[in-house]
């Protein structure tokens, strides 16, 4: 079904048949305004920016580009087509036709998973507010406020359900997505990565590198749900994150890219030399990748979750590409590995899959972190650098799972507190390398076809558009 672009609030739902429905959303709209125009994007509202809106959900269509302000953006709703015959493909419901409305018995869990995935979206917009003041140029620019108002859309995908499916209780929530704030002493956003500060570029590269991509797999797990109006939406969803993650990773390939070239040019190795130079050292950048790594993996929740057990088995969240795993869907003897401390020992314990849901969804994850990190390091090595970026230990630095309150070095060494503070600097970003990562970003390059002196040009411009055209118009 095409997207009636004309209405207050685009839709391919027939929004226009459900006038209940309607009202309620027209009257949430300027509530979401007025949240973007105070925690969106900061002194950008009137600029002209070259977005990509969808027109329709098919491949032709969800990628149009043209001049935009933000607060004119068309954030709409839109689901995937459905599939014909949809049958629950996992838990105790397996085999059966989806669900087109929620069960009674699963309304509580489902509203859940929908407020805990919904509240992430606004909070990155938030997390990201001040970044268009220093960014590199004006592709950058154009690329932060693509994320941006993506994300804002991706919250009206949540929005939409509650308030479509879960009465008054949806509306409450859906108020509440925009009174928690990220960073809020009061009321903070429900996941701990998303109350972090992203505050420089080569933080914003990795959160969207690292942190959209656990959105990625949350929203594929979600995607194969029984309760066939949210797979839908996620399906669409997924779509637009592709476009986050690959700002993320070539985001941070250029700022290697950049730093290699410099380092070769001038023969520099030590960080003090390469700073000196005005570009980000390789040791600065493994110090970010570990931060936003251990923080992203603690999203993913507790190693063994009877929740996630239970989501499973009521047909409500599947595992990652459910439908292509060739097994029985529903793991009654399956068993999963997952590793524990056991005193001074990193040990594996089998656990039942179905428990282990959680560890597995992770693990899936990080074999497509590896790829890229993989792919950051061809840099160094065309380069002829011995340098290579690597992942810290699944344990390092984290606050949920089985890992919470030990102190274990990136190499996966069981340490004592004392001794896991001593190097904290060494593995962690210090104030020191945050100040002089903002020391670049001072200000914005907005000179067409320029960028600044830390981070390479991309290898091509958006939209087959060249490298110096306007991205943004700021009027
Ligand atoms: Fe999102
Ligand atoms: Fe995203």
């Known amino acids: 079904?095409?997207?009636?672009?004309?209405?207050?609030?685009?839709?391919?739902?027939?929004?226009?048949?459900?006038?209940?429905?309607?009202?309620?959303?027209?009257?949430?709209?300027?509530?979401?305004?007025?949240?973007?125009?105070?925690?969106?994007?900061?002194?950008?509202?009137?600029?002209?920016v070259y977005?990509?809106?969808?027109?329709?959900?098919?491949?032709?269509?969800?990628?149009?580009?043209?001049?935009?302000?933000?607060?004119?953006?068309?954030?709409?709703?839109?689901?995937?087509?459905?599939?014909?015959?949809?049958?629950?493909?996992?838990?105790?419901?397996?085999?059966?036709?989806?669900?087109?409305?929620?069960?009674?018995?699963?309304?509580?869990?489902?509203?859940?998973?929908?407020?805990?995935?919904?509240?992430?979206?606004?909070?990155?917009?938030?997390?990201?507010?001040?970044?268009?003041?220093?960014?590199?140029?004006?592709?950058?620019?154009?690329?932060?406020?693509?994320?941006?108002?993506?994300?804002?859309?991706?919250?009206?995908?949540?929005?939409?359900?509650?308030?479509a499916y879960f009465g008054r209780d949806g509306r409450e929530e859906a108020e509440a997505m925009l009174e928690r704030h990220s960073g809020d002493s009061d009321k903070p956003r429900i996941l701990g990565a998303f109350n972090e500060k992203t505050p420089d570029w080569l933080s914003y590269y990795m959160f969207t590198f690292?942190?959209?991509r656990d959105g990625k797999y949350q929203l594929a797990s979600l995607a194969e749900s029984g309760f066939d109006p949210l797979s839908r939406t996620c399906r669409f969803m997924l779509t637009e994150e592709a476009h986050h993650m690959f700002v993320g990773e070539t985001g941070v390939s250029r700022v290697i890219q950049r730093t290699c070239d410099v380092m070769t040019k001038n023969k520099v190795d030590d960080p003090a030399d390469v700073r000196a130079l005005g570009v980000i050292d390789l040791e600065t950048i493994q110090r970010y990748l570990n931060f936003h790594y251990s923080v992203t993996l603690d999203l993913f929740g507790g190693d063994a979750s009877s929740n996630a057990a239970n989501y499973y088995t009521a047909g409500l969240k599947g595992r990652y590409e459910e439908t292509k795993i060739e097994d029985d869907h529903l793991l009654p003897d399956a068993e999963y590995p997952i590793f524990e401390v056991s005193g001074e020992k990193i040990v594996r314990k089998d656990v039942p899959a179905l428990t282990a849901l959680n560890a597995r969804l992770c693990d899936d994850y990080i074999h497509e972190i590896e790829a890229g990190v993989a792919r950051w390091n061809r840099n160094m090595e065309r380069?002829?650098?011995?340098?290579?970026?690597?992942?810290?230990?699944?344990?390092?630095?984290?606050?949920?799972?089985?890992?919470?309150g030990h102190f274990i070095s990136p190499a996966g060494e069981v340490l004592t507190e004392d001794?896991?503070?001593?190097?904290?600097?060494?593995?962690?970003?210090?104030?020191?390398?945050?100040?002089?990562?903002?020391?670049?970003?001072?200000?914005?390059?907005?000179?067409?076809?320029?960028?600044?002196?830390?981070?390479?040009?991309?290898?091509?411009?958006?939209?087959?558009?060249?490298?110096?055209?306007?991205?943004?118009?700021?009027?």
């Open 1 to 48: 079904m095409s997207i009636d672009l004309q209405a207050r609030i685009p839709n391919n739902v027939n929004l226009g048949e459900d006038r209940r429905l309607q009202r309620a959303l027209e009257a949430w709209q300027p509530n979401y305004i007025h949240w973007w125009k105070e925690l969106g994007p900061e002194g950008a509202m009137s600029f002209d």
């Open 210 to 212: 690292f942190t959209d």
């Open 419 to 475: 001794a896991w503070k001593r190097n904290e600097h060494l593995w962690l970003p210090s104030p020191a390398d945050y100040a002089y990562v903002q020391s670049l970003m001072s200000g914005r390059v907005v000179e067409t076809g320029k960028f600044a002196n830390w981070i390479a040009p991309p290898v091509r411009g958006v939209n087959r558009m060249p490298l110096n055209f306007e991205y943004v118009r700021f009027n």
């Open 383 to 404: 380069a002829g650098l011995p340098h290579r970026l690597t992942l810290p230990h699944k344990g390092f630095h984290r606050a949920i799972g089985n890992f919470a």
């Open 51 to 163: 977005l990509r809106t969808a027109i329709s959900v098919d491949t032709n269509g969800w990628a149009n580009f043209g001049y935009v302000k933000m607060p004119d953006y068309r954030w709409g709703i839109f689901l995937a087509e459905p599939e014909a015959d949809r049958r629950i493909g996992f838990g105790d419901h397996m085999g059966e036709p989806v669900w087109q409305d929620i069960p009674g018995e699963h309304r509580s869990t489902l509203r859940r998973l929908i407020v805990t995935q919904g509240d992430t979206e606004p909070a990155s917009v938030e997390q990201q507010r001040l970044l268009g003041l220093t960014c590199p140029s004006l592709y950058d620019l154009r690329n932060l406020f693509q994320v941006n108002v993506e994300e804002g859309r991706h919250l009206w995908a949540m929005v939409y359900l509650l308030h």
